[in-house]
C-alpha cells in the first residue's frame, strides 16, 4: 500500500515519565491513572489505523494520556519495527505486529510483554474489558508456541469470494461452491471483446502465494510444512493447488495479470471488468464506495469455494503488542484496552474496516442494521470466521518464502508446468528453511 508517514499529535506539552506503581489485587481500576503520560504507537497504513487516528482525541480525554500516533505503509512498518526491535531502543510503546510475517520474529526473540500478567492485574485493567470476548481462534492465533501471548489480537483478516451480481445474474450464474464452478462460471462469462472477464486476482510474486493457499487449504494437505518442520511444497496436493492458480490466471484473467497485486485486482474489479476475486475482505469498502466503484450496490459476498477434500478460508491478521523495552507499559496497555476494546472493534466492522477479533460486534443488530453493507457481508464474515485456517506458514524467513514460491507460481502464468516449477522452487527454499530452524 502506497501513503506517507503521517504521525498524529494532540494536544499540550510533554510531561515528565511517571512511575508504575505496583498495585495491590483489589486496587479499583481507573481510566485517568497514568494521565499527563505520553506514548507512541506506530500501525500500518490501513482502514484500522485510520479509524485509530480518526478517535484519538477520544483516547486522551477519557485517560489524560496523550498519544502519538505513527501510520506508515504495509510493506515499510513490517520493516520498520523489526528494524527498532533489533536496535532495543523502539520509538514506540505500541507497535502493530502482522501475526502471518512477523509473529514467529517477535516470539523467538522474546521482544514483546506477555500481555497476560496485564490482564490478570485488576488493577490495570478495566472489569469490562471482557477477554473471553476475544474469539478463541484469534487468541490461538495471537499465542506463541511457548504460551506467551505477546500481542493482543486486533483483527483477521479472511479470504472471501466477491462476485458481480449483474454479471453472474446475466448468465443466470449462482455464487460457486466449489472451485471446479467457480472456473466454469468464469468462463461462461468472460467476454474479452468487452473487456469482461471471469475472475481477477493476484499474479505479482510474493503476493500470489496466499491465493495459491487458498487453493492448498481445501485439501487433505491444508499446510505448506510438516510436524517435523519440513517443507512440503512439493507434494501432489500443492501441485494440484499450483495448476488451479494457474488455470484460473492464465485462462480466466485479464491479460496483464501477471503483474496484479491487490491494487490492480481492485481497480479490474470496480471497474466493473471482473465477475469474481477471491481477497480479504478489507476491499468492501472501497468496493461499496459510489464516488469510486462503478460497482458500488452491486456488490455479492460469499464464502470461498470448497476445495476436494476440505472448506477452509485463509486467515492472516494482526495484534497489538507493547515492547519489552518500553518504559510506558501502563499507559500503552491503557491504550490497547481502548483499541480493542468493544466500542472500537464494532467501529471497525461497521466501517467495513477488517473483522474484529472479538465476537460481541456481531452481536450488534442496530449498529449493523445503520451499516451501509449487505447482510451478507456480515454472515460471509461469520461463516468464514469457523472455516478460518492460517494462510501462510509460521515461518521465521517468511518473505522469502514468498518470493521464491510466488515466483514459481507467477512462472507458471506464462506455461510453465506447475509441478516442476514447484519442486525447483520447493527444492531451493528447503535449505533456508533448516537453515532457519537450526538457528533460531
Not at 476445495?307 to 492472516?316: K, N, T, V, Y
Not at 473483522?355 to 445503520?370: C, D, L
Not at 518470493?403 to 516442476?420: E, F, K, M, Q
Request: some cysteine; proline content about 5%; charged content about 25%.
Amino acid at each position: 500500500m502506497q501513503g506517507t508517514t503521517r504521525r498524529a499529535t494532540l494536544l499540550g506539552a510533554l510531561s515528565a515519565p511517571m512511575v508504575v506503581e505496583q498495585a495491590g489485587a483489589q486496587s479499583a481500576f481507573d481510566w485517568r491513572r497514568f494521565r499527563g503520560e505520553r506514548i507512541e504507537v506506530s500501525v500500518q497504513l490501513s482502514p484500522r489505523g485510520q479509524l485509530l487516528v480518526q478517535h484519538n482525541r477520544e483516547f486522551e480525554e477519557l485517560t489524560g494520556i496523550r498519544a502519538g500516533v505513527e501510520v506508515v505503509p504495509e510493506q515499510q512498518h513490517r520493516q520498520k519495527i523489526i528494524i527498532e526491535y533489533a536496535s532495543g531502543r523502539p520509538s514506540f510503546d505500541v507497535g502493530e505486529v502482522s501475526l502471518h510475517v512477523n509473529k514467529r520474529q517477535v516470539g523467538r526473540a522474546r521482544w514483546n510483554t506477555d500481555i497476560r500478567a496485564l490482564i490478570a492485574d485488576r488493577a490495570l485493567t478495566n472489569p469490562d474489558f471482557d477477554f473471553d470476548d476475544i474469539g478463541a481462534g484469534m487468541r490461538e492465533y495471537a499465542t506463541q508456541a511457548d504460551g506467551r501471548m505477546d500481542t493482543l489480537p486486533a483483527f483477521a483478516d479472511y479470504f472471501i469470494l466477491y462476485y458481480n451480481k449483474e454479471l453472474l445474474a446475466a448468465r443466470n450464474i449462482v455464487p460457486p461452491t466449489t472451485w471446479d464452478e467457480m472456473f466454469e462460471a468464469a468462463r461462461r462469462i468472460a467476454d474479452p471483446s468487452r473487456q469482461i472477464f471471469g475472475h481477477v486476482g493476484r499474479g505479482l510474486k510474493n503476493a500470489n502465494v496466499v491465493l495459491w493457499s487458498s487453493y492448498l487449504l481445501g485439501t487433505g494437505q491444508r499446510d505448506m510444512i510438516n510436524a517435523q518442520r519440513q517443507l512440503i511444497t512439493d507434494s501432489d496436493d500443492a501441485i494440484w493447488a499450483a495448476r488451479q492458480y494457474q488455470r484460473f490466471l492464465r485462462d480466466a484473467s485479464p491479460p496483464g495479470s501477471i503483474g496484479f497485486n491487490w491494487n490492480e485486482c481492485q481497480t479490474t474489479f470496480m471497474q466493473g471488468r471482473a465477475a469474481m476475486w477471491v481477497d480479504g475482505i478489507g476491499f468492501a469498502a472501497p468496493l461499496e464506495d459510489p464516488q469510486r466503484s462503478r460497482v458500488a450496490g452491486k456488490v455479492g459476498y460469499a464464502v470461498v469455494p470448497r476445495g476436494p477434500a476440505h472448506h477452509h478460508c485463509a486467515l492472516f491478521g494482526a495484534g497489538y503488542g507493547i515492547p519489552e523495552a518500553s518504559r510506558k507499559r501502563g499507559p500503552a496497555w491503557y491504550y490497547l484496552q481502548w483499541a480493542l476494546g468493544k466500542q472500537m472493534q464494532l467501529r471497525m466492522l461497521a466501517a467495513g474496516a477488517g473483522v474484529p477479533a472479538r465476537s460481541s460486534p456481531f452481536r450488534n443488530e442496530e449498529e449493523i442494521s445503520r451499516s451501509r453493507f449487505p447482510r451478507e457481508f456480515f454472515t460471509t464474515l461469520e461463516a468464514s470466521a469457523r472455516i478460518a485456517r492460517a494462510g501462510l506458514p509460521e515461518i521465521l524467513p517468511v518473505t522469502e518464502f514468498r518470493d521464491v514460491i510466488g515466483t514459481a507460481l507467477t512462472n507458471t502464468i506464462g506455461g510453465n508446468d506447475p509441478a516442476t516449477e514447484l519442486r525447483a522452487a520447493t527444492a531451493a527454499f528447503r535449505p533456508v528453511l533448516e537453515r532457519s530452524e537450526r538457528e533460531g
